[in-house]
């Protein structure tokens, strides 16, 4: 498989072109590609391709683009995955012609011998097809293509100065070449230089000199700046009639190369390099100035060296390296002063020249700098007070700054955030330092994982590899997944990942700001609840603070870089620091306090949960979790309560699970969060998590003696086990919760339980029992004036009457359920109440009302986000619209549905759209697409033991 994205975007397999249909279907391909196996965000890829402000659709569009796109590459035998919240394409960096370029490029820099060099840079630039990306559109495009274009000239002007060095008497064969590279790039001065060294080689000295007056006034003219030293120096020979490339001898300032030796092993930062250097060696009006920022060992002093070597020949008067020492353990930050005494003296002026007052040091620095092109590298700045005095004041003057909080002020300047390498680049972090981590990839995946993929940590795990040669790649894994020992084991030769969090401390501590202090002091709290993030409000909760005051502290945090605000008002740790700061609360705070500050947040957790579920579905489960109203959180509407719980989630879960191993005090409201998180985890398809969160509290229910808990458990465990396929499961599941509910007298649980056996039976085909069951729940709700428990056993009722070919009975039960929800305001079950009249209409012929009833459906549920009814929905549009003669409508509809089943992993409903997309494609007289998709649905639903298993069964082998 090859993937060829520089000229228009192509996919061949097997000496084949894959036919990839529109634009839009490229794009897609074309991001997927570049990423090369790695998953790739469904929110990422709608930004790139619709830019920052996507059409309301985007999210079905983009489902469309990639089932097409799945069905062309499923052609070549290519399989387009879903990833986590995003989709891959399995495809390696030497199948697309993108990262073979940048490989050849890199090749050359580390080769000495010209003639190879220029092999090399030949073959690169051989993959150009033509403009990269070729017809797409949009801001990501654009920037692709602005790259690697910039890329190309770089590679361009590499080769034709090793033609010149080759043959300089011999350039004629590219003087046409490089006329047409200076008209097309009038200000490029390399290529201008390169044109006056090939003139000049052929004896051409007068056109030469014209070229030069051409681009100085070019320059001039539109950028407002001289030609740079090499210009310079070239018109300055030319005009003594001197050999080129050999200055007239005068006295010269000091030339410093102080620049450490760039890291041979740097990955993964291709796009920040690039920016970087664009800002330094590009065409520039404003400062050249670059701050990297980011937090400890996340690779911004390496990612500095390496621009500032790309860029080191566009600075012919000098490159100054200077370490702050803003977080250097144990050694207190650089004064202004000696940093301007440093830079001075290396500079050439004398030590006893050098001025001991900061501002006067200041003027004699700029002084020294104005029309020289210096290139100063400043890093581990501490703050702005640090650095402002040493900005450049003049544009021939470039400088990179490095630092842990991002520095305020210099507007101007390319800012850039590093956070840690992506799983893939730090195993090719780790490949590179070690070779044998290619040995064992799967051992190389997890020693990343556990180093956090940072740099500075992956750089240790290698010297510790390095220096046991005779283990396997895997030796260091069971020493670092000790979470206990991991920080102690990430060192190596003085270096730690220890010692740099605890500088990231220490620089709290010994701040003159009382608020710095107090961020240090919260820092271990922050680190107790397990989750991914922690919001403003649960962060107060967790300090018994207010607000205000947590998000101060939060913020100090976070410009030290010792947490992460990756949102507005949210916060999170990587792993590594939340095992420095859990160890620094081990022995700064007491256990007693360490219990209640988690007791604070699980109780708010569990009744803003509980707020949440009654303004999304009004009466869900009103009475059976007991939760303190005044501990909740403010929620102001559905949209907030919804947006809110879909933030909180997998927090949520994780402090069940965190109670649950609790004391005793504690451990029981593990069980009260899994009731009220159900209805969450099950509509957001969260089932792994729902049954592991469930499985976890029936056995604290149980170790308690919790009854009702246990009750309410055992059904929840059986909606779990009847998504995953287990119908026999979930029957014996739901009955062991029946028998336990009417023993204890619960009657809202045994109506559930009923609802819950009626809804299984039904499925399976086993309808007297299914009416029954059904029956029992309606009349135990009807006895409880329960409005939303009866609504849905009705729905249920009616579900049954469906199946059982009585449509016309379920009609009038459906049109109560749904003026009940609608009563209610639960906007979810209205949706699933239309769905079902929608279905129920058409299987009278009520062909035009059923098509109005699926569409209203699919209307709310995705303004819901309910991807699960979105796929119920469509198919059941799509069996209207082929009932009423649209069998194309059908098949786009059924296909959409598709597309979201199998995305979301929700195996009936992929049964169900494949079932009703082959009777539409056979209604268009594609029979043989029609018995494959029914092929591919039957094995699916006979599986979950579904009753459309023997209708699909029937098309397939008719009596």
């Known amino acids: ?156 002007a590499d080769r034709i100065d090793i033609d010149l060095t080759l043959a300089p008497a011999d350039s004629t064969g590219i003087l046409d070449e490089l006329a047409e590279l200076v008209r097309e790039h009038t200000l490029d001065e390399r290529f201008a230089a390169q044109l006056i060294r090939a003139l000049h080689a052929n004896g051409m000295r007068r056109e030469a000199l014209a070229c030069f007056a051409r681009t100085r006034d070019r320059l001039a003219d539109e950028l407002g700046v001289q030609p740079g030293a090499e210009l310079t120096t070239l018109h300055r020979q030319l005009a003594r009639d001197e050999p080129l490339g050999h200055a007239s001898a005068s006295a010269q300032p000091p030339v410093p190369r102080q620049l450490p030796a760039a890291p041979t092993t740097f990955t993964g930062r291709d796009v920040e390099l690039a920016q970087a250097t664009d800002v330094l060696i590009g065409p520039h009006n404003g400062p050249r100035v670059v701050v990297i920022h980011g937090p400890a060992g996340v690779g911004k002093s390496a990612l500095a060296l390496c621009a500032a070597h790309a860029a080191a020949e566009h600075y012919p008067a000098g490159q100054l390296y200077v370490d702050l020492h803003g977080f250097s353990p144990g050694q207190p930050p650089l004064s202004v002063i000696e940093v301007l005494g440093r830079i001075l003296r290396a500079l050439g002026v004398p030590p006893a020249s050098v001025s001991q007052d900061p501002e006067e040091a200041a003027t004699q620095y700029r002084s020294v700098l104005a029309g020289r092109k210096v290139l100063l590298v400043l890093d581990n700045a501490t703050n702005a007070s640090q650095v402002d005095p040493l900005l450049p004041s003049h544009p021939e003057t470039a400088m990179i700054i490095t630092s842990r909080p991002a520095i305020v002020g210099m507007d101007d300047a390319l800012r850039i955030g590093l956070r840690s390498l992506t799983p893939e680049q730090a195993v090719d972090l780790l490949a590179r330092l070690d070779p044998r981590a290619r040995s064992d990839p799967r051992a190389a995946r997890e020693l990343a994982a556990l180093g956090e993929h940072l740099p500075l940590a992956l750089r240790i795990i290698a010297a510790r590899m390095l ?250 465990l059986g909606v779990t086990a009847w998504l995953s396929g287990e119908g026999e499961r979930a029957v014996e599941l739901f009955n062991e919760s029946l028998t336990l509910r009417r023993m204890i007298g619960d009657r809202p649980g045994e109506a559930t339980s009923l609802h819950n056996l009626a809804t299984a039976c039904s499925e399976r085909g086993r309808y007297d029992d299914a009416i029954g069951y059904a029956e029992q729940a309606l009349r135990i709700r009807r006895d409880l004036g329960d409005p939303s428990g009866q609504g849905r056993a009705m729905g249920t009722l009616a579900q049954i009457h469906r199946h059982r070919g009585r449509p016309a009975a379920a009609i009038p039960l459906l049109r109560e359920s749904l003026d009940l929800f609608r009563e209610l305001g639960d906007e979810r079950s209205v949706a699933h109440s239309l769905d079902d009249l929608g279905s129920a209409l058409t299987d009278t012929g009520r062909l035009d009302e059923a098509v109005d009833c699926h569409r209203d459906a699919l209307a709310i549920n995705r303004e819901l986000g309910a991807q699960l009814g979105m796929s119920w929905n469509l198919v059941g549009l799509g069996e209207a619209y082929r009932r009423r003669g649209q069998p194309a409508d059908a098949v786009r509809a059924c296909s959409d549905a598709l597309t979201i089943a199998r995305d979301i992993n929700a195996q009936h409903e992929e049964g169900r759209a494949l079932w009703r997309l082959g009777c539409a494609l056979d209604d268009l007289g594609d029979a043989d697409g029609a018995r494959a998709r029914w092929r591919e649905a039957l094995p699916i639903l006979e599986r979950l033991g579904a009753g459309e298993a023997s209708d699909v069964r029937y098309l397939l082998f008719p009596p």
């Open 467 to 716: 220096a046991r040669p005779a283990w396997p790649v895997a030796g260091l894994i069971e020493r670092l997944v000790d979470h206990r020992r991991r920080l102690d084991e990430l060192g190596h030769a003085g270096v730690s990942v220890r010692a740099a969090f605890d500088a990231g401390r220490e620089a709290l501590h010994r701040s003159d700001d009382d608020a710095d202090h107090a961020a240090s002091d919260v820092f271990p709290l922050l680190a107790l609840p397990d989750g991914a993030d922690i919001s403003t409000p649960i962060i107060a909760r967790l300090l018994d603070t207010t607000p205000a005051d947590a998000e101060r502290r939060a913020d100090r945090l976070a410009d030290a870089q010792l947490v992460e605000s990756h949102a507005p008002g949210r916060y999170r740790m990587h792993d590594l620091v939340r095992l420095y700061a859990r160890q620094a609360a081990e022995h700064e705070v007491s256990q007693e306090k360490r219990w209640a500050s988690l007791a604070r947040t699980w109780r708010c957790y569990l009744a803003t949960t509980v707020a949440a579920n009654q303004l999304v579905r009004p009466g869900y489960r009103k009475d059976l979790v007991k939760a303190t109203p005044d501990e909740a959180l403010p929620l102001h509407s559905r949209e907030h309560a919804t947006a809110w719980l879909d933030a909180e989630r997998m927090n949520i879960v994780s402090a069940a699970e965190q109670a649950a191993e609790a004391p005793d005090e504690f451990a029981p409201i593990a069980v009260q969060l899994a009731h009220a998180m159900f209805d969450s985890l099950h509509t957001g398809r969260h089932w792994t998590h729902l049954r592991a969160l469930n499985e976890r509290a029936l056995a604290v229910a149980r170790r308690y003696g919790d009854r009702h808990g246990e009750g309410q458990v055992l059904t929840d």
């Open 1 to 156: 498989m090859e993937l060829r994205i520089l000229g228009p975007v192509e996919l061949h397999h097997d000496g084949r072109m894959v036919e990839l249909g529109p634009a839009r279907h490229q794009q897609v391909l074309a991001i997927l590609g570049l990423a090369t196996g790695a998953p790739v965000a469904i929110d990422t890829l709608i930004a790139r391709i619709w830019g920052e402000d996507p059409p309301p659709n985007a999210r079905g569009s983009l489902y469309a683009y990639i089932s097409r796109l799945r069905s062309a590459l499923r052609t070549a035998g290519i399989a387009l995955t879903r990833a986590g919240n995003g989709y891959a394409l399995p495809i390696t960096r030497e199948q697309v012609d993108v990262h073979r370029f940048r490989h050849l490029i890199e090749r050359v820099r580390a080769t000495p011998a010209q003639e190879l060099r220029r092999a090399l840079l030949a073959e690169a630039l051989g993959l150009w097809r033509d403009t990269p990306l070729t017809g797409l559109t949009g801001d990501w495009a654009d920037a692709i293509r602005t790259e690697l274009e910039r890329l190309r000239l770089s590679a361009l």
